[in-house]
């Protein structure tokens, strides 16, 4: 059974900072690309960032490169995406994302929440 499992999620300060953590099971994590998208409400799912199965990382937000880094933990079947110096605009519900596109496989997690209020 495919799993993607998000954590790190919660309320924090602006200037902040959180680290998000994405477990996989129920496939071969080291073939698959990972991203990190983030979702407002009435608003479509944004990406925001990426890493390959080889560990080439993209950002994809203007306002949050610098400050966010993806990274990934083959042996842990783990994705993170470490978030600094965190805005009140960065409070969404993010997504972590297994793609192995060349067969248009794709897994969703479930999302966790981050707030960043005073």
């Known amino acids: 059974q495919v799993q993607l499992v998000e954590s790190g999620g919660g309320l924090v300060q602006p200037g902040g900072s959180l680290r998000l953590s994405c477990v996989a099971s129920g496939f071969t994590f080291s073939m698959f690309a990972m991203s990190w998208y983030r979702q407002t409400p009435g608003k479509e799912r944004e990406l925001v960032a990426a890493i390959t199965n080889a560990g080439v990382t993209t950002n994809y937000v203007d306002s949050e490169k610098g400050r966010f880094t993806i990274s990934r933990d083959n042996d842990k079947n783990t994705v993170y995406l470490q978030m600094n110096s965190l805005k009140p605009e960065d409070t969404a519900v993010y997504y972590c994302?297994?793609?192995?596109?060349?067969?248009?496989?794709?897994?969703w997690g479930k999302g966790t929440l981050v707030t960043v209020s005073s």
């Open positions: 994302k297994a793609s192995r596109t060349r067969y248009d496989i794709h897994y």
